[in-house]
């Protein structure tokens, strides 16, 4: 399958570039984390639905921290996404076409002074190669649902090598945890962004984090064992928007020049099983778009 192919070509490149002395690597842990607006304000729209896989690959004496040697800890990344029109039956002429996404990515998880530093490489498969339309007609014809009939109007086939950063900090202030973030991404969507999470708990101490693509969300790729109990997650961020491969110009679509997320979410971590669950407020994407939508996002834990 050349997906599975390109996907090993991208890990076997950067494997080879990652420093000499950090060569006795293993795979550490890995996460899940499933976004979809059903569980947020119950529509199938927009911004619908999102699955990501996340595998950490590094050296099991760094476990629990990160050094400062860039490729040394690794995430592959395996992500699927379904953006859709508000109607999937007759939309309005002046709604977002139907796009299916795959994307297979690389990033490198490191310490810049006291910063933590995220870079990566994800190649974006759109369109109907991808078979996520016909993914999504499945699963709606298994749940009693409207069958998809505007695959034949979706966005054509196409790869977007997209690169992305994000430089973050973790601050102490009493028993919270404040996080600013800058983040940059150039390829299938470019933008600049920047925002914060609060963090009341002990959610993420110990953990690898990284951010989800649609809401913003943190998740644990590295699993934390000194979480426990309840915490609670608030954040927020504001996107520059150049350009966008799901909203083409050439088919007049215009993009908005801004994207704000609001956020919101808890976690709870027992001895063997965790939960985070959250909400976010996308704002519109593009000037057609005529309200913004709430999309709902959970990720499930178990330690053996």
């Given at each position: 399958m050349k997906f599975a192919a390109l996907a090993l070509a991208l890990a076997a490149g950067f494997i080879s570039a990652a420093p000499a002395a950090a060569t006795e690597r293993d795979l550490l842990d890995w996460g899940r984390f499933f976004t979809n607006d059903v569980l947020g304000d119950g529509y199938d729209r927009w911004r619908t639905g999102a699955y990501t896989v996340s595998i950490a690959y590094g050296p099991s004496n760094h476990l629990d921290e990160l050094t400062d040697r860039w490729g040394e800890?690794?995430?592959?990344?395996?992500?699927?996404?379904?953006?859709?029109?508000?109607?999937?039956?007759?939309p309005s002429a002046s709604?977002?076409?139907?796009?299916?996404?795959?994307?297979?990515?690389?990033?490198?998880?490191?310490?810049?002074?006291?910063?933590?530093?995220?870079?990566?490489?994800?190649?974006?498969?759109?369109?109907p190669q991808t078979g996520m339309g016909e993914f999504q007609n499945a699963l709606h014809t298994t749940l009693g649902l409207s069958e998809t009939k505007i695959l034949?109007?979706?966005?054509?086939?196409a790869v977007y090598p997209t690169l992305s950063g994000e430089l973050s900090r973790d601050f102490t202030i009493g028993r919270a945890r404040l996080r600013p973030f800058a983040e940059v991404q150039?390829?299938?969507?470019?933008?600049?962004?920047?925002g914060a999470d609060l963090t009341l708990g002990s959610f993420g101490q110990g953990a690898l984090l990284t951010r989800d693509a649609t809401t913003g969300h943190l998740y644990q790729v590295i699993r934390s064992r000194s979480d426990r109990g309840f915490s609670f997650v608030l954040g927020g961020d504001i996107a520059r928007v150049w350009s966008s491969e799901f909203l083409p110009e050439d088919m007049g679509y215009a993009v908005k020049d801004t994207r704000s997320r609001l956020r919101a979410g808890v976690n709870y971590q027992g001895d063997r099983y965790g939960a985070y669950y959250g909400?976010?407020?996308?704002?519109?994407?593009f000037e057609a778009q005529p309200e913004g939508q709430l999309v709902g996002a959970l990720q499930l834990r178990l330690f053996f």
């Open positions: 800890m690794l995430e592959f990344r395996i992500r699927s996404e379904i953006i859709a029109p508000a109607s999937l039956q007759s709604d977002r076409p139907f796009a299916g996404t795959v994307s297979f990515g690389v990033h490198s998880h490191s310490m810049l002074g006291q910063a933590q530093l995220r870079t990566g490489f994800d190649l974006v498969f759109v369109g034949d109007d979706q966005l054509s086939d150039a390829g299938v969507e470019s933008f600049a962004r920047i909400l976010t407020w996308l704002t519109e994407e």
